[in-house]
């Protein structure tokens, strides 16, 4: 069986950092990013135990995008700019969750 890194590779190509032979401080740091997700999934894929115990809380979930989508939190002012696309991702986040979003 290939290696699951490999795989990974094979597969998800066209998603890993391209950075047309001009490493930059982000692509590396983006590459690092890449090869620690893929040793996580190695490491679930490789321990049951563990992967039986990840789950997705969907009630804390919720809890959270309800409370983040009336008030963010003093640690989201230096994204003021980004506020649209963090309600964006709040109520996508909250649509994938199944919950009703009542219009306004």
């Known amino acids: 069986m290939a290696d699951f890194t490999?795989?990974?590779r094979i597969h998800f190509?066209?998603?890993?950092?391209?950075?047309d032979g001009i490493p930059t401080t982000t692509?590396?740091?983006?590459?690092?990013?890449?090869?620690d997700v893929i040793?996580?999934?190695?490491?679930?894929?490789?321990q049951q135990t563990i992967s039986h115990r990840v789950q997705l809380i969907k009630e804390r979930h919720l809890i959270y995008l309800?409370?983040?989508?009336?008030?963010?939190?003093?640690?989201f002012e230096s994204l003021d700019a980004s506020r649209p696309w963090i309600c964006y991702w709040i109520l996508?986040?909250?649509?994938?969750?199944n919950h009703d979003i009542?219009?306004?």
């Open 66 to 75: 309800k409370h983040g989508i009336k008030n963010l939190s003093h640690h």
């Open 92 to 97: 996508h986040s909250m649509e994938l969750l």
């Open 27 to 35: 692509t590396i740091e983006q590459s690092k990013v890449e090869r």
């Open 13 to 19: 190509t066209e998603l890993t950092t391209l950075d």
């Open 39 to 46: 040793r996580l999934y190695k490491t679930i894929r490789d």
């Open 6 to 8: 490999d795989s990974w």
């Open 102 to 104: 009542p219009p306004r």
